[in-house]
């Protein structure tokens, strides 16, 4: 019964070489979040979707892009990985963006640059 | 910046014994907290949450503690069990002026020795 869906669980790209990670969910929650996890790390957020409306955190590079086609779909698009780009990349959503704050988080892709 | 942080990364705790993991933040105008438990290779998973406007909320065997006076979070666990050990991280929701997004503190590593 996942509610929040990423695949793959595991990546392996090469350096510079695009990557597309994935996310779904069942709940048809309005907001959806991508976060970086690196070891050790708490999870760090790139960029975020109130439905169709993209917000990225001043601080997310320039290499990170993201998608969000439709309400159960979105996506993230690293143009060029670096070795510095290895990670848990870990979405998640919400129902809003205030009122009930939780986030339901999916399992993660694990992403390696070779 | 606004950060939320916690003041012991690692916790070990004999299996039985009562379990409190400590965080604490520095946005006055946060309005809404959440404890997630992460396991390895998973995840962060809801424990509970508590609002501004509350001092204490109780689940089952948990209960957080917010001291808005000194900017103190807790997480207790009553009878802590082996299915404990994980990462456990306090998220501070900035104010609804601020987008309503989720900051995390830093991580602790809680260990249940059998």
């Known amino acids: 019964d996942a509610m929040v869906i990423q695949n793959p669980r595991y990546q392996v790209t090469q350096f510079g070489k695009p990557v597309t990670l994935s996310c779904s969910q069942t709940?048809?929650?309005?907001?959806m979040y991508w976060y970086q996890q690196k070891s050790s790390q708490a999870p760090k957020l790139l960029f975020h979707?109130?439905?169709?409306?993209?917000?990225n955190e001043a601080d997310t590079p320039d290499n990170f892009q993201s998608r969000r086609p439709n309400t159960s779909f979105c996506f993230l698009d690293i143009r060029s990985p670096g070795l510095g780009d290895a990670a848990m990349y870990l979405c998640?959503?919400?129902?809003?963006?205030?009122?009930?704050?939780?986030?339901?988080f999916g399992p993660g892709t694990r992403l390696t640059v070779t | 910046g606004e950060s939320v942080g916690l003041h012991l990364p690692t916790l070990s705790v004999q299996e039985g014994d009562n379990s409190i993991i400590n965080c604490a933040y520095s946005?006055?105008?946060?309005?809404?907290f959440i404890w997630y438990k992460q396991e390895s290779g998973k995840g962060p998973q809801f424990i509970i949450d508590?609002?501004?406007?509350?001092d204490k909320r109780q689940g089952q065997r948990v209960t957080v503690l917010l001291n808005k006076t000194v900017k103190h979070l807790s997480l207790q666990i009553a009878a802590t069990q082996p299915g404990d050990s994980a990462v456990y991280f306090c998220?501070?929701?900035?104010?609804?002026?601020?987008?309503?997004?989720?900051?995390f503190g830093q991580g602790t590593e809680l260990s249940v020795k059998p």
């Open positions: 998640a959503t919400s129902r809003d963006l205030t009122g009930a704050g939780e986030q339901y």
């Open positions: 709940l048809n929650h309005n907001v």
């Open positions: 979707y109130y439905d169709k409306d993209f917000n």
């Open positions: 946005n006055s105008a946060s309005d809404y």
């Open positions: 508590i609002r501004s406007n509350m």
């Open positions: 998220a501070e929701r900035e104010g609804s002026n601020q987008g309503g997004k989720l900051i």
